[in-house]
């Protein structure tokens, strides 16, 4: 059956760290992949969008990975600041079946 | 535009009684999901519509649940009759195209908190 991973439940860094999230999928063969990030009682927000040709992806202080060969999506978020505390979905699609999303990974900045 | 909107945004309701949660997506959009959240089963997808006809239902848990989606700026969960373990955050969400075309992102409303007492 299709699975998605997100390397762990909870993560806390430093501000000013690099913060990186895992996101593994098993039995998908994705065209592409988005990350979104939900914060405490809001819905998630669509933040980048990697494709299969694409190896890497840039916005701002976000960076994003995605090696099929690996089936793994890699989330970079330079310099954190406390206000990136969130949890961050990532959602691996293949072709127009609905997103189905990770559980997420709750990142907290610490100051 | 204001976003996807959703109604209520908390309700409380006892075992037995009828749930309605509504959802206006935004306008022009042609694809509408309802998902469920929960701390053990994250973000579930219960259903689908595109250009207001279900797509697929397969997520729907039980015959208790029904959606529908009466024009292209209105659709209902309902949950009859509603059972403590439905106690969830329910998401509607709504996007321009899906799959290859414009990446197909979602945008979410900011959910409806169910308590079944």
């Known amino acids: 059956s299709q699975k998605i991973e997100q390397n762990s439940e909870a993560l806390n860094i430093q501000e000013g760290k690099t913060a990186t999230l895992t996101c593994n999928y098993t039995n998908y063969s994705p065209a592409y992949l988005q990350w979104y990030r939900q914060d405490p009682g809001r819905g998630p927000v669509f933040l980048l969008l990697i494709r299969e040709n694409e190896k890497e992806k840039r916005k701002e202080r976000l960076k994003v990975t995605f090696d099929t060969t690996l089936k793994q999506s890699l989330f970079h978020i330079t310099a954190s600041q406390p206000a990136d505390s969130a949890t961050y979905l990532c959602?691996?699609?293949?072709?127009?079946?609905?997103?189905?999303f990770g559980k997420g990974t709750r990142l907290s900045v610490i100051a | 535009d204001a976003g996807v909107i959703q109604s209520p945004r908390h309700e409380v309701t006892e075992m037995g009684q009828e749930v309605t949660l509504r959802c206006k997506p935004i306008s022009g959009h042609d694809y509408l999901f309802w998902y469920r959240q929960t701390m053990m089963r994250g973000l579930e997808l219960l259903i689908y519509f595109n250009n207001n006809v279900p797509i697929d239902d397969s997520g729907m848990p039980e015959d208790r649940f029904s959606a529908k989606m009466p024009n292209a700026s209105f659709s209902t969960l309902k949950i009859q009759p509603s059972e403590p373990r439905d106690s969830a955050v329910y998401f509607c969400?709504?996007?321009?195209?899906?799959?290859?075309?414009?990446?197909?992102?979602?945008?979410f409303g900011e959910g409806s908190r169910l308590t079944v007492l």
């Open positions: 959602a691996p699609r293949e072709g127009n079946t609905p997103l189905v």
């Open positions: 969400a709504s996007s321009l195209g899906a799959g290859n075309s414009a990446g197909g992102e979602l945008f």
